[in-house]
């Protein structure tokens, strides 16, 4: 559930600096919060999950 949170956290201060510093339109922003949650209903919302979860853990399984 952190992940979750914590990748929510991050897609929304991207979506604020792209509207503030790239021109991204406030419009465009509403449009890709839609997207999000239609996705998220979708029926292919369990693979996306599987997968940004696989990654994380690839992500936080390097050792420096």
């Known amino acids: 559930m952190a992940l979750s949170i914590s990748a ?3 897609l929304a ?3 604020f600096l792209l ?3 790239s021109g991204l339109k406030a419009g465009h922003a ?3 919060i839609l997207l999000g949650f239609y996705i998220a209903s979708s029926s292919i919302a369990p693979t996306i999950r599987q997968f940004t ?3 994380a853990g690839m992500i936080g399984g ?3």
């Open 8 to 10: 929510v956290v991050l």
């Open 13 to 15: 201060i991207i979506v």
């Open 19 to 21: 509207v503030k510093k």
């Open 30 to 32: 509403v449009v890709c």
């Open 53 to 55: 979860t696989n990654v």
């Open 62 to 64: 390097i050792k420096f």
